[in-house]
Protein backbone atom coordinates (compact mmCIF):
# COMPACT_ATOMS: atom_id res chain seq x y z
CA UNK A 1 0.00 0.00 0.00
CA UNK A 2 1.36 3.55 -0.92
CA UNK A 3 2.82 6.03 1.45
CA UNK A 4 1.98 9.56 1.50
CA UNK A 5 3.69 12.48 3.59
CA UNK A 6 1.20 15.61 5.11
CA UNK A 7 2.31 17.56 1.73
CA UNK A 8 1.70 14.30 -0.94
CA UNK A 9 -1.92 13.80 0.92
CA UNK A 10 -2.54 17.73 0.46
CA UNK A 11 -2.05 17.86 -3.45
CA UNK A 12 -3.67 15.10 -3.97
CA UNK A 13 -7.03 15.66 -2.23
CA UNK A 14 -6.59 19.33 -3.28
CA UNK A 15 -6.27 21.46 0.18
CA UNK A 16 -3.73 22.85 2.17
CA UNK A 17 -1.28 21.15 4.24
CA UNK A 18 -2.55 23.20 6.71
CA UNK A 19 -6.03 21.60 6.17
CA UNK A 20 -4.74 18.00 6.84
CA UNK A 21 -2.95 19.50 10.30
CA UNK A 22 -6.21 20.22 11.45
CA UNK A 23 -8.12 17.61 10.52
CA UNK A 24 -5.24 16.03 12.60
CA UNK A 25 -5.38 17.82 15.76
CA UNK A 26 -9.02 17.28 15.71
CA UNK A 27 -8.86 13.64 15.95
CA UNK A 28 -10.71 13.14 12.24
CA UNK A 29 -7.81 12.36 10.48
CA UNK A 30 -4.62 10.65 11.92
CA UNK A 31 -1.80 9.05 10.01
CA UNK A 32 -1.70 5.53 9.84
CA UNK A 33 1.77 5.32 10.77
CA UNK A 34 5.11 7.76 11.74
CA UNK A 35 8.25 7.34 9.78
CA UNK A 36 11.29 6.65 11.91
CA UNK A 37 11.93 10.46 11.78
CA UNK A 38 8.40 11.35 13.46
CA UNK A 39 7.14 12.30 10.20
CA UNK A 40 2.88 11.20 9.43
CA UNK A 41 2.35 9.14 6.62
CA UNK A 42 -1.10 8.35 5.12
CA UNK A 43 -2.28 5.54 3.25
CA UNK A 44 -4.91 4.88 0.18
CA UNK A 45 -7.81 4.72 2.87
CA UNK A 46 -6.56 7.78 4.47
CA UNK A 47 -6.80 9.53 1.00
CA UNK A 48 -10.53 8.16 0.76
CA UNK A 49 -11.25 9.53 4.12
CA UNK A 50 -9.72 12.50 3.56
CA UNK A 51 -11.89 13.16 0.31
CA UNK A 52 -15.07 11.82 2.23
CA UNK A 53 -14.22 14.79 4.88
CA UNK A 54 -13.68 17.10 2.11
CA UNK A 55 -17.26 16.34 0.85
CA UNK A 56 -18.80 16.37 3.95
CA UNK A 57 -17.56 20.04 4.83
CA UNK A 58 -18.17 20.86 1.52
CA UNK A 59 -21.73 20.24 1.83
CA UNK A 60 -22.16 22.18 5.24
CA UNK A 61 -21.07 19.94 8.07
CA UNK A 62 -19.14 20.91 10.78
CA UNK A 63 -16.26 18.81 12.16
CA UNK A 64 -17.90 17.55 15.55
CA UNK A 65 -20.71 16.17 13.19
CA UNK A 66 -18.29 14.17 10.94
CA UNK A 67 -16.76 13.04 13.66
CA UNK A 68 -19.89 11.41 14.89
CA UNK A 69 -20.25 10.40 11.41
CA UNK A 70 -17.32 8.46 10.90
CA UNK A 71 -17.16 6.76 14.30
CA UNK A 72 -20.32 5.33 13.45
CA UNK A 73 -21.24 1.63 12.56
CA UNK A 74 -21.85 1.91 9.25
CA UNK A 75 -20.71 5.75 7.77
CA UNK A 76 -20.75 4.46 4.28
CA UNK A 77 -24.89 4.49 4.46
CA UNK A 78 -25.21 7.69 6.08
CA UNK A 79 -22.50 8.91 3.91
CA UNK A 80 -24.66 7.41 0.85
CA UNK A 81 -27.73 9.25 2.07
CA UNK A 82 -25.90 12.68 2.34
CA UNK A 83 -24.56 12.26 -0.69
CA UNK A 84 -28.34 11.80 -2.84
CA UNK A 85 -29.74 14.65 -0.33
CA UNK A 86 -27.09 17.00 -2.28
CA UNK A 87 -26.96 15.72 -5.68
CA UNK A 88 -31.14 16.38 -5.36
CA UNK A 89 -30.33 19.73 -3.80
CA UNK A 90 -28.12 20.41 -6.50
CA UNK A 91 -30.39 19.45 -9.47
CA UNK A 92 -32.96 21.36 -7.76
CA UNK A 93 -30.71 24.74 -7.87
CA UNK A 94 -29.89 23.78 -11.37
CA UNK A 95 -33.41 23.13 -12.25
CA UNK A 96 -34.14 26.58 -10.85
CA UNK A 97 -31.11 28.22 -12.25
CA UNK A 98 -32.23 27.12 -15.97
CA UNK A 99 -35.88 28.08 -15.19
CA UNK A 100 -34.40 31.90 -14.46
CA UNK A 101 -32.10 31.77 -17.66
CA UNK A 102 -35.02 31.14 -19.76
CA UNK A 103 -37.55 33.91 -17.73
CA UNK A 104 -34.37 36.17 -18.92
CA UNK A 105 -34.42 35.27 -23.02
CA UNK A 106 -38.21 35.32 -22.68
CA UNK A 107 -37.34 39.00 -21.00
CA UNK A 108 -35.77 39.81 -23.80
CA UNK A 109 -37.07 38.80 -26.45
CA UNK A 110 -40.34 40.67 -25.27
CA UNK A 111 -38.18 44.19 -24.37
CA UNK A 112 -37.37 44.46 -27.95
CA UNK A 113 -41.18 44.51 -29.21
CA UNK A 114 -41.87 47.21 -26.43
CA UNK A 115 -41.63 50.69 -28.13
CA UNK A 116 -41.63 53.06 -24.94
CA UNK A 117 -40.20 51.75 -21.80
CA UNK A 118 -42.08 52.27 -19.00
CA UNK A 119 -42.98 51.07 -15.72
CA UNK A 120 -46.20 49.59 -16.92
CA UNK A 121 -44.67 48.09 -19.52
CA UNK A 122 -42.20 46.12 -17.63
CA UNK A 123 -45.47 45.12 -15.56
CA UNK A 124 -47.37 43.58 -18.83
CA UNK A 125 -44.27 41.76 -19.68
CA UNK A 126 -44.34 39.89 -16.07
CA UNK A 127 -48.44 39.33 -16.43
CA UNK A 128 -47.55 37.78 -20.10
CA UNK A 129 -44.34 35.69 -18.57
CA UNK A 130 -46.36 34.40 -15.93
CA UNK A 131 -48.90 32.83 -17.99
CA UNK A 132 -46.50 31.99 -20.60
CA UNK A 133 -47.16 28.48 -19.89
CA UNK A 134 -51.01 28.34 -19.93
CA UNK A 135 -50.98 30.22 -23.22
CA UNK A 136 -48.44 27.32 -25.03
CA UNK A 137 -50.51 24.76 -23.62
CA UNK A 138 -53.88 26.53 -24.79
CA UNK A 139 -51.54 27.23 -28.32
CA UNK A 140 -51.08 23.37 -28.10
CA UNK A 141 -54.26 22.41 -27.92
CA UNK A 142 -55.66 24.22 -30.80
CA UNK A 143 -52.85 23.21 -33.10
CA UNK A 144 -53.39 19.62 -32.27
CA UNK A 145 -56.92 19.92 -33.69
CA UNK A 146 -55.43 21.79 -36.45
CA UNK A 147 -53.24 19.07 -37.58
CA UNK A 148 -56.08 16.36 -37.73
CA UNK A 149 -57.93 18.37 -39.48
CA UNK A 150 -55.38 19.05 -42.17
CA UNK A 151 -54.80 15.22 -42.56
CA UNK A 152 -58.35 14.93 -42.96
CA UNK A 153 -58.63 17.70 -45.27
CA UNK A 154 -56.04 16.01 -47.33
CA UNK A 155 -57.06 12.55 -47.13
CA UNK A 156 -60.41 13.51 -48.62
CA UNK A 157 -58.98 15.63 -51.39
CA UNK A 158 -56.95 12.62 -52.35
CA UNK A 159 -59.84 10.50 -52.44
CA UNK A 160 -61.54 12.94 -54.56
CA UNK A 161 -58.75 13.02 -56.91
CA UNK A 162 -58.17 9.41 -57.12
CA UNK A 163 -61.58 7.94 -56.86
CA UNK A 164 -63.62 11.25 -57.65
CA UNK A 165 -65.29 10.48 -54.37
CA UNK A 166 -66.11 14.36 -53.25
CA UNK A 167 -69.29 13.58 -50.63
CA UNK A 168 -66.33 12.75 -48.09
CA UNK A 169 -64.28 15.87 -48.38
CA UNK A 170 -67.42 18.05 -48.69
CA UNK A 171 -68.72 16.02 -45.27
CA UNK A 172 -65.13 16.55 -43.90
CA UNK A 173 -64.83 19.83 -44.42
CA UNK A 174 -68.17 20.41 -42.62
CA UNK A 175 -67.50 18.76 -39.69
CA UNK A 176 -64.14 20.50 -39.66
CA UNK A 177 -65.77 23.93 -39.96
CA UNK A 178 -68.23 23.36 -37.20
CA UNK A 179 -65.61 22.35 -35.00
CA UNK A 180 -63.63 25.24 -35.55
CA UNK A 181 -66.79 28.07 -35.05
CA UNK A 182 -68.77 26.21 -31.90
CA UNK A 183 -65.66 24.74 -30.22
CA UNK A 184 -62.49 25.79 -30.83
CA UNK A 185 -62.87 29.33 -31.26
CA UNK A 186 -65.10 29.33 -28.24
CA UNK A 187 -62.42 27.80 -26.11
CA UNK A 188 -59.84 29.92 -27.32
CA UNK A 189 -61.83 33.00 -27.09
CA UNK A 190 -62.50 31.62 -23.14
CA UNK A 191 -58.85 31.33 -22.39
CA UNK A 192 -57.61 34.85 -23.61
CA UNK A 193 -57.69 38.43 -22.49
CA UNK A 194 -56.08 41.15 -23.80
CA UNK A 195 -53.74 44.21 -22.70
CA UNK A 196 -53.71 47.62 -24.23
CA UNK A 197 -50.76 49.15 -24.89
CA UNK A 198 -51.95 52.76 -24.11
CA UNK A 199 -53.56 52.20 -20.81
CA UNK A 200 -52.10 48.78 -19.86
CA UNK A 201 -55.48 47.10 -18.78
CA UNK A 202 -56.64 43.68 -19.44
CA UNK A 203 -59.57 43.07 -20.63
CA UNK A 204 -62.01 40.64 -22.57
CA UNK A 205 -63.21 42.03 -25.85
CA UNK A 206 -67.00 40.90 -27.64
CA UNK A 207 -66.87 37.84 -29.13
CA UNK A 208 -67.87 39.20 -32.41
CA UNK A 209 -64.84 41.95 -32.17
CA UNK A 210 -62.59 39.56 -30.94
CA UNK A 211 -63.84 37.10 -33.96
CA UNK A 212 -63.39 39.49 -36.76
CA UNK A 213 -60.62 41.26 -35.45
CA UNK A 214 -57.23 41.52 -37.38
CA UNK A 215 -54.36 39.91 -35.83
CA UNK A 216 -51.19 38.40 -35.36
CA UNK A 217 -49.52 35.34 -33.69
CA UNK A 218 -49.77 36.92 -29.75
CA UNK A 219 -51.78 40.27 -30.81
CA UNK A 220 -54.83 41.33 -32.21
CA UNK A 221 -57.00 44.88 -32.89
CA UNK A 222 -59.04 45.67 -30.56
CA UNK A 223 -61.03 48.59 -28.70
CA UNK A 224 -59.79 48.67 -25.37
CA UNK A 225 -63.00 49.46 -23.23
CA UNK A 226 -61.55 51.64 -20.85
CA UNK A 227 -59.45 54.43 -22.88
CA UNK A 228 -61.65 53.55 -25.69
CA UNK A 229 -58.34 53.65 -28.21
CA UNK A 230 -58.15 51.28 -30.99
CA UNK A 231 -54.90 49.21 -31.25
CA UNK A 232 -53.16 46.12 -31.25
CA UNK A 233 -53.44 44.41 -28.37
CA UNK A 234 -51.20 41.82 -26.53
CA UNK A 235 -52.54 38.89 -26.11
CA UNK A 236 -52.21 37.14 -22.58
CA UNK A 237 -53.93 33.85 -20.85
CA UNK A 238 -57.10 34.97 -18.76
CA UNK A 239 -56.88 33.67 -15.64
CA UNK A 240 -60.81 33.70 -14.68
CA UNK A 241 -60.58 30.64 -16.95
CA UNK A 242 -59.65 28.20 -14.51
CA UNK A 243 -62.39 29.61 -11.97
CA UNK A 244 -65.32 27.44 -12.55
Not at 88 to 96: A, F, G, I, V
Not at 114 to 142: E, L, Q
Not at 193 to 218: L, M, Q, R, V
Request: include cysteine; proline fraction near 3%.
Amino acid sequence: MSKYTTGELAKIVGVTVRTVQYYDTRGILVPSELSEGGRRLYNDDDVKKMKVICFLREIGLQINTIAQILEDEDPHSIVSLLVEQHEQSLQEELEDTERKLANIKALKSELKSVDNFSVNSIIDIANIMKTKDKMKKVRIYMAFYGIIGGIAEIATIALWIAKGLWIPFVIAYAIILAVGIFWLLPYYYKKVSYICPCCHEAFKPKFWEFFFAGHTPKTRKLTCPHCEGKKWCVETYDENSDVK
